[in-house]
C-alpha cells in the first residue's frame, strides 16, 4: 500500500471516529458529571453537553460524517530514522497527496487561506499542511498527524516565566491560559503544555505532547506529578463542559520538555477540544 493511501485512510478514520482512549476520557467525565449532576446546577448543564457529545459521535460514525464542522488543520510529525531508506521529498510528497486525497472523500471543510493578512484566499484543499521534521534512530518512519481545529487553537498561548518560578508559576500560568479561554475551546479539554527550548520550541512541544495517548502519564515521575498537580487546578476553575459549569473541564495535561537557557523559563499551552483528532502512520519497510 502506498503511504499517501495509508495517509488517507487514517485521516478519514480520524475526523469521524475518536480513537478509543480519547473516548474513555469523554465517558469517565460523563460519569462524574452524573453522580454530582442531582445537587450540582453546573453539573447537569455539564451532563446535557457530554450527552449531546455522545450522541453527535455515535451519528457521526454511523454515518461516516466529520464530527465538527472544523475539520482542522493538519498539523504533521515526522520522525524520520537516520538511515530510513525513503528520500524526505518524497516522504513530504506522500504527506501532501494523502492529505489531499481525504479532504476530497471525507467531507473535509474547506479551512486554510494562501496568506493570513490580506486576500485571505482558500486554498479549496487544505494544503499545505504544517510539517515538523524530526531526526531519530534507525531506519523507520513515523508520521502522526492532528487535525486541529481552531476554536481550540486560538485559545493557546505562549509565556517567558521567570526561572526561579518552579511549579507554581507553571500551574498558575496554565490556569491563567485556560480560565482566559473558558468556554470557546469547547471543553471538556485537552491540554498540551511544552517547556524549555526557546519560545518557539515550547509551542512546538506543546503540540507534540498533545500526541501522547491520553491513558498515559510522563514517563518521568516528577513531571507526571505536576501533570496531576496542573489538572486538579483546571478541575477547580469549574468551567465545565460547554463553558457551563461542573467538575471536569480538562480531560488530560500531558507535558514535553526539553533543556533551556539558564535565563528562561518559556511554557507554551496547546489547547484541543474534546474532539481530540489524531491519526498515526509508521512505516517499517513496506513499499511506500
Keep these: 500500500m502506498k503511504l499517501a493511501q495509508r495517509i488517507s485512510e ?6 469521524v471516529e475518536l480513537d478509543e482512549g480519547v473516548l474513555e476520557k469523554i465517558r469517565e467525565a460523563h460519569a462524574v458529571e452524573s453522580a454530582a449532576a442531582e445537587s450540582s446546577v453546573g453539573s447537569r448543564s ?4 457530554l450527552d449531546a457529545i455522545l ?5 457521526a460514525k454511523e454515518q461516516s460524517l466529520p464530527m465538527c464542522q472544523d ?45 493570513p493578512v490580506f486576500e485571505r484566499i482558500n486554498t479549496q484543499d487544505n494544503l499545505p499542511p504544517v510539517i515538523w521534521w524530526n531526526l531519530v534512530e534507525g531506519s523507520g518512519l513515523r508520521i502522526e498527524i492532528l487535525l486541529k ?11 517567558m516565566l521567570n526561572p526561579t518560578g518552579g511549579e507554581e508559576a507553571i500551574i498558575s500560568a496554565v490556569a ?18 511544552g517547556l524549555g527550548g ?17 491513558r498515559e502519564s510522563h514517563s518521568e515521575r516528577q513531571y507526571a506529578e505536576l501533570e496531576e498537580k496542573i489538572l486538579a487546578r483546571l478541575q477547580g476553575l469549574g468551567i465545565g463542559s460547554g ?19 539558564i535565563a528562561g523559563l518559556p511554557l507554551a499551552v496547546s489547547i484541543n477540544c474534546w474532539a481530540d483528532r489524531k491519526a498515526t502512520i509508521v512505516w517499517e519497510g513496506n513499499d511506500a
Design 10 to 15: 487514517e485521516l478519514q478514520k480520524a475526523v
Design 46 to 49: 455539564s451532563l446535557a453537553v
Design 55 to 59: 450522541d453527535n459521535l455515535a451519528l
Design 71 to 115: 475539520t482542522g488543520m493538519f498539523l504533521v510529525f515526522v520522525d524520520v530514522g537516520r538511515s530510513c531508506p525513503i528520500p524526505l521529498s518524497v516522504i513530504e510528497e506522500e504527506i501532501l497527496e494523502g492529505c489531499a486525497t481525504a479532504v476530497k472523500q471525507a467531507h473535509f471543510r474547506r479551512s486554510v487561506v494562501v496568506e
Design 149 to 159: 481545529g481552531f476554536g481550540s487553537e486560538n485559545c493557546s498561548s505562549v509565556r
Design 176 to 193: 491563567e491560559i485556560v480560565t482566559a479561554a473558558g468556554g470557546k475551546p469547547c471543553p471538556p479539554i485537552f491540554v498540551g503544555v
Design 198 to 214: 526557546s519560545m518557539d520550541r515550547a509551542a512546538y512541544l506543546s503540540k507534540r505532547a498533545l500526541l501522547r495517548d491520553v
Design 243 to 261: 463553558g457551563l459549569g461542573g467538575m471536569i473541564t480538562a480531560l488530560h495535561v500531558a507535558i514535553a520538555y526539553e533543556g533551556t537557557h
